[in-house]
């Protein structure tokens, strides 16, 4: 007797923690579970410990109610000027209504996944290559929309989707790498023509500047001299006539600068002017030869032939032509 109330009593020690077992649920933070009766939907689990009853209620799996990310391969679109082109998307969303994700679609990421490709497809269609490479935040926003509103009744919420990833075909890509190298190209000439340009316009405002400078340094420079030349005229003026020269010095000194008058390159012939008359009179006077001097002036004003008075000749001309000596006055 006291063994088979033992048994008995362990039996129903037993049978009670399997039924607090079957009754208590306990459901992990953001996650639900579904409770059937008699194979009916009778309620949600909320996170935390529920009871249910046991052999009569049926617990589901549980349902994630984080947002979840679920990458979709490329799928092949048609864009409208008749490229094909595979498009791998990126989709975020997050279960909202327990009930609805159980029992109003059987798989709803394998849903998600189809009506994605599906609206990539109706999307993408309407727009030519150039547009879909360069509108991918255009496309993310209307297939977040049209996502949201379909997967509404299945008790989600897409809350992001993103383009991962756009391949064209592969002669596309060469075509557009040849593009983009003509551009670069292009772009490369355009500024080496730049700066040769700008270098040339540099030179020349630099050989515009050079020579407004030479020919101001010219300027000054025949300023200055010329303020030289009569500074010094008017120092040999005044000490002329500060000092009474005497005309026989004048008459000599102007004899001495005679000969300077054919050192000219090009000259072949020069005049003696009339005043040479009156300076070799007042020369003769000076060595006291009267004579001479009434000799060299009579030559002189008479207009004396070369043979007679070399030094007063004309200049042998080029190519062996003699000038013709002109007559003084």
């Not at 360069?134 to 993103?162: C, F, P, Q, Y």
């Not at 991962?164 to 983009?180: G, L």
């Not at 002017?273 to 002036?297: C, I, M, Q």
């Not at 032939?305 to 030094?311: D, I, V, Y």
């Amino acid at each position: 007797m006291e063994l088979a109330g033992l048994i008995i009593a362990l039996v129903a020690v037993i049978l009670v923690f399997v039924v607090v077992g079957r009754t208590v649920r306990i459901v992990p933070q953001a996650r639900a579970r579904n409770v059937e009766r008699f194979g009916r939907y009778r309620k949600t689990l909320e996170p935390g410990m529920n009871f249910i009853v046991p052999i009569v209620d049926r617990v589901k799996p549980l349902i994630d109610l984080r947002e979840q990310v679920v990458a979709f391969r490329g799928q092949p679109v048609i864009t409208e000027d008749n490229l094909v082109v595979s498009i791998d998307t990126v989709l975020f969303f997050q279960v909202t209504d327990p009930r609805a994700a159980d029992y109003e679609i059987v798989n709803y990421i394998q849903a998600i996944e189809q009506i994605t490709a599906t609206m990539l497809r109706s999307v993408i269609g309407n727009m030519d290559l150039e547009e879909t490479l360069t509108s991918r935040d255009k496309i993310n926003t209307m297939l977040r929309s049209v996502l949201d509103d379909a997967s509404g009744k299945w008790g989600l919420r897409v809350t992001r989707v993103e383009i991962k990833a756009i391949d064209p075909p592969k002669s596309v890509i060469d075509a557009m790498e040849k593009q983009m190298r003509a551009e670069r190209e292009k772009r490369a000439a355009i500024l080496t023509a730049e700066g040769v340009r700008q270098s040339k316009i540099l030179t020349a405002e630099g050989e515009k500047q050079s020579q407004i400078l030479r020919a101001e340094g010219d300027r000054q420079g025949q300023i200055l001299r010329a303020e030289g030349q009569a500074q010094a005229i008017g120092t040999v003026f005044h000490a002329v006539h500060e000092g009474d020269a005497d005309p026989k010095v004048l008459a000599y000194q102007y004899l001495q600068t005679l000969p300077q008058l054919a050192q000219a390159e090009g000259n072949t012939f020069w005049v003696i002017p009339s005043e040479v008359t009156s300076a070799l009179k007042t020369l003769s006077t000076a060595f006291g030869s009267d004579g001479a001097g009434e000799g060299a002036g009579k030559g002189a004003g008479e207009g004396a032939t070369p043979e007679q008075n070399p030094a007063i000749g004309p200049a042998p001309a080029p190519n062996g032509a003699a000038a013709e000596p002109r007559s003084p006055g």
